[in-house]
T-cell receptor, first 115, second 115 residues
Framework: EPEVTQTPSHQVTQMGQEVILRCVPI?????FYWYRQILGQKVEFLVS????????KSEIFDDQFSVERPDGSNFTLKIRSTKLEDSAMYFC?????????????FGPGTRLTVT | DQQVKQNSPSLSVQEGRISILNCDYT??????FLWYKKYPAEGPTFLIS?????DKNEDGRFTVFLNKSAKHLSLHIVPSQPGDSAVYFC??????????????FGKGTLLTVNP
């Protein structure tokens, strides 16, 4: 079965530094998402992306966050100036078509640790 | 703001018996419900889903029941196998908001199936 891949698997950074989390969605998928899970808490929606633009973002997704699909295969999440509270697992997901029955496939996640 | 609630953080069952995982929701706009399974160090994996126009969906050992009036759904696994041991997330999505179908997750239930 096709997979969503994410790199790196673990990123350690200092507070205030910029990080870029990378994802390669499934190749024929059109809808892309980032979610995060702070340790011990639920998986939370951050942002959805379709047709090269953000279609929805949560209140977590403030000006410090941005997403990009730079080359038609990668989908990136950038955090400009990391805070301690950004430490979490970040999951990328992709979906093929415009229907709720179109499953979201998740990547294995990137563990971000901000020190 | 817990729109999707999984009130049991853990459940332990014997191999061969039925596992029943429960989920409640509060948002009446939700009309599609999903169960994801998650192993450690992996992303959530889609298991089974149900549309709000149905009250039951079955796939092999897995059955999801939806009670719209009670805003309650449950996942039945029968017979349970040790390989089913994982965290199970209930998730919901709503029509509207464009072609988004972002998922709202519960906190998860850790299922342990004992041999």
């Amino acid at each position: 079965e096709p997979e969503v891949t994410q790199t790196p698997s673990h990123q350690v950074t200092q507070m205030g530094q910029e990080v870029i989390l990378r994802c390669v969605p499934i190749s024929n998928h059109l809808y892309f998402y980032w979610y995060r899970q702070i340790l011990g808490q639920k998986v939370e929606f951050l942002v959805s992306f379709y047709n090269n633009e953000i279609s929805e973002k949560s209140e977590i997704f403030d000006d410090q966050f941005s997403v990009e699909r730079p080359d038609g295969s990668n989908f990136t999440l950038k955090i400009r100036s990391t805070k301690l509270e950004d430490s979490a697992m970040y999951f990328c997901a992709s979906r093929a078509w415009d229907s709720p029955s179109s499953k979201q496939y998740f990547g294995p996640g990137t563990r971000l640790t901000v020190t | 703001d817990q729109q999707v609630k999984q009130n049991s953080p853990s459940l332990s069952v014997q191999e061969g018996r039925i596992s029943i995982l429960n989920c409640d929701y509060t948002n009446s706009m939700f009309d599609y419900f999903l169960w994801y399974k998650k192993y450690p160090a992996e992303g959530p994996t889609f298991l089974i889903s149900i549309s709000s126009i149905k009250d039951k969906n079955e796939d092999g050992r897995f059955t999801v029941f939806l009670n719209k009036s009670a805003k309650h759904l449950s996942l039945h696994i029968v017979p349970s196998q040790p390989g089913d041991s994982a965290v199970y997330f209930c998730a919901a999505s709503a029509l509207g908001g464009g072609s988004n179908y972002k998922l709202t997750f519960g906190k998860g239930t850790l299922l342990t199936v004992n041999p």
